[in-house]
Every structure is written in structure tokens, then in C-alpha cells.
């Protein structure tokens, strides 16, 4: 399998996050990358891309309001005489269209919690992962599996708003920038409710997701078994999920998957599933990810990895490299 990862993404380097009712260290650290980094093999750089081919890419998945904001908020935060991250605190609570001034009031247009900062390095290290990703599709069209170390994590990002420390949708990204029948299969420990939102109803593009139940466990209001229907097919799993029911949920996926007829996957995985993950509580152990993801490549689709969570990083390059040892 051949890995792409672009040292750009080390840039976004948020400091805190709020969640549970207080600030806490932000989770996505570049130290992740480090542990992943050292686990694999060896990694290849991205081919450069051209402003206008970045840009085009970026416009088939999200708002150009959207994309405007993530390159700009922080200089504009600081600008209004803040310090630090650009965090949100007022969000609409139904959708308003409106002439908004502040960075606080655009912030909370374009966000749906307030774990998700946008940091002084955030739009370069996005930037860099998009050339990741797109340089890891292209070795997938070429006819090889490829990894995409792509950092931050994706799958949480909608058209036009971010969440779930995502901010650019790197599944998405791949899939609408494929040109081929594509199905995302997301295996982060969370439901992938921006990829869900992005691609329903997009003919020729399916998802399927194994997640913790949205009823405890974050991001609650997508992920539904309820929801599924037309391309949309969620497992949502309790607690304390091992790896017999994982990988029964698992099968069942990808005989859905391969009943769509796709010419290409993407997967979108997260090692937060592992038994020791500090904000997860599933319970799949090391050795378990090379037998899963066997299942996956057992569709016998050229196959497309991109990075979502993990965070307990003494186990996350053990977990990753294990995974893609099953191709």
C-alpha cells in the first residue's frame, strides 16, 4: 500500500478544546502523526497542486462562504483583539440567512460545537492534507491501495460547517474527485455525519457507517439506525462493543456495500475503536485490525485509506499499521 503524507499538516496546532463543561488540551496533536509515522513503512510526499486545481476540488464538497471563513478566521480573530484559537459560542438554532459582521457571529454559522478551533496554521495544514488526499487518489486510480495521512480528521465536516475536530472532508473529497462509482465504508469510533450529509442522495456515491450509537455518544443527532435509506446505511453499536459483534456489523457492511456495485472504496478509519481510546468505548484490540480489515479487502475494490481518529497515541501507529497490513 502506498502511504502519502505531507509535513505541512504538522501546521494546525490548536491548544484547547470545550467540551463537558470545561477547556481541556486539544486531542488532534501533532504527536498522533509521530506514532503513525513510525509505524509504517516509509511515506511518499504529494505531487504539488495548482491553486485553481485545490480550489476546484474543495468547491464540489464544500460552501465557498465556508471555505472563505477557514482561511481566514484567525487572522480575523486576532484582528478583533482576541488571542489564541478562534473558537465559536452562539450557534443559530435553526438555519439563518443573514449579513454577518463578526468573526464570532460567522464562527458560529459555519460550526456546530465548540471543540473544533481554527488555530494560526489550521487552512495550511488543510491545504497540505487536501494535496495529501488527492495525491493518494491518484496513486488508487493508478491501480494501487493507498493511505492518506491526512490530519486533521474529516469525516465530521459537512458542505458548510465544521464539528468533531474536522474541518476539510477528506472522504468526501475523495469520492466526488474520483470520477468512479465510489462507496465510503467509515470505522471511526463516531458517526461520520458530515460524510453522510454530503453524499445522500449523490448518484453513483454510497455511505455505510459502524459507529457508537448517537444516543450516548457524540455527535448524538445523526447516525440513526432510523436514518437509513436510498445510499445511506448505518451500524450504530453499543458500548463496550468487541470485536464478534464488530465484525458481524462489519460483514454486513460490506455485503451492502458490494451490493452497490462500486468500482472504488474509501475508508474512512479511525483507531478510536481500540480498547484503550480516552474519549471512546469500544473494544477491539490491536491484533483485531488486520483480520477487519481482511473483511474490507475482501470486496476486491481498489481501495483508498484516509486518517479520522485515534488518540491514544502509545497504541495509535501499532493500530494504523495493523489495519493496513490486512492489504
Avoid at 75 to 87: C, F, H, K, T
Wanted: proline letters at 6%.
Amino acid at each position: 500500500m502506498r502511504c502519502f503524507w505531507h509535513e505541512g499538516q504538522r501546521a494546525h496546532r490548536p491548544a484547547l478544546e470545550f467540551f463537558n463543561g470545561a477547556l481541556h488540551p486539544a486531542a488532534d496533536k501533532p504527536e498522533r502523526v509521530d506514532a503513525i509515522l513510525a509505524a509504517i513503512d516509509r511515506t511518499e510526499r504529494p505531487p504539488a497542486l495548482a491553486p485553481q486545481e485545490l480550489a476546484a476540488a474543495l468547491g464540489k464538497v464544500h460552501d465557498e462562504g465556508y471555505l472563505q471563513l477557514l482561511a481566514s478566521a484567525h487572522s480575523e480573530w486576532l484582528a478583533a483583539g482576541r488571542e489564541g484559537d478562534a473558537l465559536p459560542y452562539a450557534f443559530p438554532v435553526h438555519r439563518r440567512e443573514r449579513q454577518l459582521e463578526r468573526i464570532d457571529a460567522r464562527l458560529g454559522a459555519y460550526s456546530y460545537d465548540t471543540c473544533t478551533p481554527i488555530a494560526e496554521g489550521t487552512w495550511e495544514a488543510l491545504q497540505a492534507g487536501a494535496s495529501t488526499l488527492l495525491g493518494a487518489l491518484g496513486a488508487v486510480l493508478g491501480g494501487d491501495h493507498g493511505f492518506a495521512l491526512t490530519r486533521p480528521p474529516g469525516h465530521h465536516a459537512g458542505r458548510d460547517y465544521m464539528g468533531g475536530y474536522s474541518y476539510l472532508n477528506w472522504a468526501a473529497l475523495a469520492a466526488t474527485a474520483s470520477g468512479r462509482r465510489t462507496a465510503v465504508l467509515d470505522l471511526d469510533y463516531h458517526h461520520g455525519n458530515g460524510t453522510q450529509d454530503i453524499l445522500a442522495g449523490r448518484a453513483g456515491l454510497c455511505f455505510a457507517s459502524l459507529h457508537a450509537d448517537p444516543r450516548t455518544d457524540y455527535p448524538f443527532f445523526w447516525g440513526h439506525a432510523e436514518e437509513n435509506g436510498g445510499n445511506v446505511r448505518n451500524w450504530p453499536l453499543p458500548r463496550g462493543t468487541m470485536l464478534e459483534g464488530y465484525d458481524q456489523a462489519l460483514a454486513e457492511a460490506c455485503a451492502w456495500v458490494g451490493e452497490q456495485a462500486p468500482e472504488l472504496l474509501v475508508v474512512s478509519f479511525g483507531a478510536d475503536t481500540w480498547e484503550g481510546d480516552p474519549i471512546s468505548h469500544f473494544q477491539l484490540r490491536t491484533g483485531d485490525y488486520r483480520r477487519l480489515a481482511g473483511r474490507v479487502a475482501g470486496l476486491g475494490l481498489p481501495t483508498l485509506v484516509v486518517m479520522e481518529g485515534g488518540y491514544a497515541v502509545e497504541a495509535l501507529g501499532a493500530n494504523v499499521a495493523g489495519f493496513l497490513s490486512g492489504f
